[in-house]
């Protein structure tokens, strides 16, 4: 009993990390070699949370260019919740209008990759307690999700998806090793896992950090770290070759994220540059300890 009760004494008094995001604005194309300057906003979710409404986690943002906005989906939890897709949106990189949450499934999300494709909006959510890596399609973005179908079965995490001479690559991560899969059509075509899989078994860069960056005629896909610790920073890997019976990647930049500011002093877990107005857009996510006092307000959010 006494061995119980300082157990979960503990885990009480353990340090928290909530999750919030960040975005910066560029005049020139992102170079990984270059330190981030000073975000024009950030997405801080340290707060007091004496109702369950007020969210500990932005993380995983995704951006989207539709007209004259830009569009950031991203990870939202709230306590006693589970992760769902939420979105902010801007026209002016200086006022941002909070959408709520635009995809739910009764499961917990996050990661939302959206791109366009044949005219229309796609979305490949993580969602490990649906034991697949499925397809969505927005019928009206950013609302409207619609199932298109599963691609690959399992509990697969972080996923991303690549588009290369006309074969679809699609990158995941179980039990943290980094496997590809690859099909000649997106929306009816099987995916085949790649004979070499799997093509990472290093925490340090084989989960997902985001989607892939075009930098200087070169593709790099984005590696969080979690040697050690979950989400400690973000590393690029060069993916030199890839075909359906080749990989080869090597490692570019390390530590990516200046982990120098109070939202992301914890770590950094993704990254995404979007061309938005004239201007390259960088968001990332950073890590933080939460007041200790919400560990007391806990129980009225049970109740508000």
């Known amino acids: 009993m006494i061995g119980s009760a300082r157990r979960a004494l503990k885990k009480f008094l353990e340090p928290k990390n909530i999750w919030s995001m960040a975005l910066f604005v560029l005049d020139a194309p992102f170079d990984p070699a270059t330190r981030l300057g000073t975000p ?19 993380a995983d943002p995704f951006m989207h ?10 990870e939202v939890v709230c306590p006693g919740g589970f992760g769902q897709i939420a979105a902010y949106r801007t026209a002016d990189l200086a ?17 939302p990759l959206c791109f366009d494709h044949g005219g229309e909006t796609y979305l490949v959510p993580e ?46 991560t179980i039990d943290g090793a980094l496997h590809v899969f690859y099909s000649d059509n997106l929306l009816t075509g099987e995916f085949h896992p790649h004979p070499l899989n799997p093509v990472c078994v290093d925490k340090l860069f084989s989960r997902s950090g985001g989607r892939p960056l075009a930098i200087d005629g070169k593709t790099y896909r984005v590696a969080q770290d979690c040697s050690g610790a979950y989400g400690r920073n973000v590393n690029l890997v060069e993916i030199a070759e890839l075909s359906p019976t080749a990989y080869r990647e090597a490692v570019a930049f390390r530590d990516i994220v200046p982990l120098d500011k109070t939202w992301n002093g914890q770590g950094s877990h993704q990254i995404e540059v979007a061309f938005f107005k004239g201007k390259w857009i960088v968001m990332t996510d950073g890590q933080q300890p939460d007041y200790f006092v919400n560990r007391f307000l806990a129980p009225l959010n049970r109740l508000f």
Do not use: M
């Not at 006022?95 to 990661?111: K, P, Q, R």
């Not at 890596?133 to 619609?146: H, I, K, N, Q, T």
């Open 40 to 58: 024009v906003k950030v997405f801080d979710t340290k707060a007091l949370r004496w109702t369950s409404g007020i969210p500990y986690t932005r």
């Open 65 to 74: 260019v539709v007209g004259d906005w830009l569009y950031i989906l991203y």
């Open 95 to 111: 006022t941002y209008e909070d959408l709520g949450v635009v995809f739910t499934n009764g499961a917990h999300l996050s990661f």
């Open 127 to 172: 969602s490990l307690k649906s034991n697949a890596v499925s397809l969505y399609r927005f019928d009206a973005f950013p609302r409207g999700v619609e199932k298109v179908r599963d691609l690959v079965a399992g509990r697969w995490c972080d996923s991303f998806l690549l588009l290369q001479d006309d074969v679809w690559y699609l990158f995941s």
